[in-house]
């Protein structure tokens, strides 16, 4: 069964950087894409970034184009989501997510994602 843990939360100043982590277990992960998703109070859950983890191959939803990087470490099953020139619209629990289907398409909506982590607070003070 895979698990996802999501660690490195936490409260920051406009203009900021943090980087979360999403430790990875249960499966050989090389099939998998993983994301992560934010959700806001009171708004919908928002699709924040992708890695494809056999090819690294990225996508980043529009908001944080730019600002944002993710990135993973095979040797210890973890993903990665640097965050930089925080704002505070940034602020909400940050998802990783991961999902495993056959080609290569990438997937942003949040229902196409089969596992969640339990989520990790960001917010940015302005």
């Known amino acids: 069964q895979v698990q996802l843990v999501e660690s490195g939360g936490g409260l920051v100043q406009a203009g900021g950087s943090l980087r979360l982590s999403c430790a990875a277990s249960?499966?050989?992960?090389?099939?998998?894409?993983m994301g992560w998703f934010r959700q806001a109070p009171g708004k919908e859950r928002e699709f924040v970034a992708v890695i494809r983890w056999s090819s690294g191959i990225t996508y980043f939803g529009d908001s944080v184009k730019g600002r944002f990087t993710i990135s993973r470490d095979n040797a210890k099953n973890t993903m990665y989501l640097q965050m930089n020139s925080l704002k505070p619209e940034d602020t909400g629990v940050y998802y990783c997510a991961a999902y495993t289907k056959s080609g290569a398409y990438i997937y942003t909506r949040s229902s196409e994602y089969a596992y969640w982590g339990q989520g990790t607070q960001v917010t940015v003070s302005s």
């Open positions: 249960g499966r050989t992960f090389s099939n998998y894409f």
